[in-house]
Every structure is written in C-alpha cells, then in structure tokens.
C-alpha cells in the first residue's frame, strides 16, 4: 500500500514555462514534506522541504504548496530550464518513526528547448 | 556536498557469495540510512542507524545486515546475494535545521548474476 504516491511517470514542459509535479499522500501523520531532483548515476538532491504546519514554502524558483485536506502536495518550477531535466521524488516523514522517509516512484521531467 | 562517499560504486557477483558496501561520513552526523532503488519504484529503506552499535530495520531488511562499529562508517552486507538483491544503492546521512533533510552519496550499482 502506497503511502505516499506520485501518478504522473513523465512530465513534458517547454523551457521557460512553469513546471509543476504532483504529489498524493494517505498518511496524515507526515510531520514533513520533501523533493528530491536525481540525474542518472547520481544520489538525489535535496531540494526543498515543507512543515505539515504551513501550506507554502518558496526557495529561488522552487515552490511547494501543501494542501492538507486534500492530502496533495505539489512543487512548482518557474522559469523552467533545462538543467530542471532529471527525475523528481517526493517524500515524507513522520518524526516517531526515527525520521524514515517515505518515498513515491518518482516523476521524470523533461524540459523541451 | 554531505562528505558522504560509497565503495565500490560499481560491482558485479555471483549468486550466493556474500558482498559487502561501505558508506563513509565525514561529518560526524548521527543518524545513516541504506536505502535500495529499483524501477518504478521511489527509494526504499533497508536498514538505519542511530548511533554506534544501534541500527534497526527498514521496510526491506530481509537479506541485508548492517553494521556501524564507527560514526563515519556504516557497512550493509547481503550475506548470500540472490538476483533480486541487483539493484542501486544509496546511503545517507539525517541533517537540516530541524534533522528532517536526508542527503545522499552517490549511491552503488550491484549486479548479481
């Protein structure tokens, strides 16, 4: 059973325009919020973080929105680049289970020049 | 950049030898994760660490033992590899403001045949 669930496995977007990956949860015991960016043979990068206390978080051209009744959160990417090309992971933690992180299958986003 | 390095980053065995991966940290963090990556599906956790001497298991520990006899070391060991165990590999360290961000090494690839 999924807990935490991205439903799009590619994304395609037009350099310059916005980005925005989707992300569901089941669990709304999740203390935090993560998103991951991975190249091929790469560790992921961490790229922004939300509180399940605040419902927006903004970091350069990164923002993640959180909506907790609808158990859905989202990142959004503007202006998109092409260096933004690479697999995006959301994940989430709740703090009682010694900080595991709870992964979703990742989305591929491909920036179009 | 964690100071986190894997080895080897690359490996090939055989069915039922034992292969042992090392993760390193130089920064003296507490807490280090094993986790596994396979398509279509996010990062899974194999086995933590919260301490020397204190490791406890993840959501996919059959198979895999671990040991952490130093801060900066924590080994993952497939006693008796079966082919299901080919996968990618990634460790990593618990930090950030509030120690909810993970950050990975560069992770690595075992085939076993």
Known sequence: ?113 | DAGITQSPRHKVTETGTPVTLRCHQTENHRYMYWYRQDPGHGLRLIHYSYGVKDTDKGEVSDGYSVSRSKTEDFLLTLESATSSQTSVYFCAIRAGQTGETQYFGPGTRLLVL
């Open chain 1, 1 to 113: 059973d999924q807990q935490v669930k991205q439903n799009s496995p590619s994304l395609s977007v037009q350099e310059g325009r916005i980005s925005i990956l989707n992300c569901d949860y089941t669990n709304s015991m999740f203390d935090y919020f993560l998103w991951y960016k991975k190249y091929p043979a790469e560790g992921p990068t961490f790229l922004i973080s939300i509180s399940s206390i605040k419902d927006k978080n903004e970091d350069g051209r990164f923002t993640v929105f959180l909506n907790k009744s609808a158990k859905h959160l989202s990142l959004h990417i503007v202006p998109s680049q092409p260096g933004d090309s690479a697999v995006y992971f959301c994940a989430a933690i709740y703090s009682v289970s010694n900080y595991q992180l709870i992964w979703g299958a990742g989305t591929k986003l491909i920036i179009k020049p």
